[in-house]
């Protein structure tokens, strides 16, 4: 079974070139409150879509996470690529204001059965072929801490989309996929995040999975929803290995620095 290997390298200021192959990124901000670290990922990321009213957040909050910058240099340099959702959310002056700067603006509310982030998933799938599949990977910025069926639906896109990587982060965790094609190496990076952790199967159990590197490993464990769930973990070592015979979800805490 092909091995796949996952790096959080992008929350670091800037991605080591180690000799494995690089990712390319694009970032999608949903309409829940900026990580901290939003500048960061922009920074990293070729394409940036905001889903409907993500945008708010970039107008509102990203100057608030650059302090020291002029507000208008602010809005003017983090300007998105595409929005796109359903426009129930984003005000019409942001909407204004972006379209004057030359953003691609999609109006999907005639699909009210997708979720404004399939949407932009989809977006990135179909209208980027330049993009090489296999070394895309989405960010997902705001995809936790609010409402509980927003984020459950923002889990369900990841099984939706599991055969493209995709990162779901806010400011406390991540959340990325483990699909049962592959065995998974997950490398650690300290100074960004862990211990805590977590192996969740959601949607269907898991007859064996077996993990090395956590504090309490798994050794062919069957795990399901009113039964075991390897959630509270702790990471020992600095690369996590994980087989297993369903789809799992990986989370993992992000520390917050001075």
């Known amino acids: 079974m092909e091995l796949m290997s996952h790096s959080s390298t992008f929350l670091l200021p800037s991605i080591p070139v180690d000799g494995s192959p690089s990712l390319t990124y694009a970032l999608v901000v949903l309409n829940q409150r900026l990580p901290r670290f939003t500048p960061l990922l922009w920074k990293h990321s070729q394409l940036r879509i905001c889903a409907d009213g993500g945008a708010n957040r970039i107008y509102d ?3 608030k996470l650059l302090p020291d910058e002029d507000v208008v240099d602010v809005r003017n340099r983090y300007k998105p690529d595409v929005i796109k959702g359903d426009m129930d959310s984003i005000r019409t002056e942001v909407v ?16 009210q059965d997708t979720t404004d982030l399939h949407k932009c998933v989809s977006y990135i799938r179909d209208s980027t072929p330049e993009l090489q599949k296999s070394s895309l990977c989405i960010l997902v910025a705001g995809a936790m801490g609010g409402r509980f069926d927003h984020e459950i639906g923002n889990i369900n896109v990841l099984y939706r989309f599991s055969e493209l990587r995709m990162v ?11 699909p049962r094609t592959h065995h998974h190496e997950i490398h650690i990076l300290p100074s960004v995040e862990g211990p805590h ?10 007859a064996k999975t077996t993990t090395t590197g956590l504090q309490w490993d798994l050794n062919d464990t069957e795990m399901r929803f009113g039964g075991l769930i390897s ?10 290995t994980v087989r297993s015979d369903s789809d799992l979800i990986w989370t993992i805490s992000i520390k917050k620095l001075e």
């Open 61 to 63: 909050e990203m100057p």
């Open 197 to 206: 952790c977590g192996l969740i199967p959601i949607g269907m159990p898991t």
């Open 231 to 240: 959630t509270s973990n702790l990471t020992r070592e600095k690369k996590i």
């Open 168 to 178: 779901l982060l806010s400011d406390d965790c991540l959340i990325h996929l483990l």
């Open 96 to 111: 204004n204001f972006y379209l004057g700067m030359g953003t691609k603006v999609q109006n999907e509310s005639h699909d």
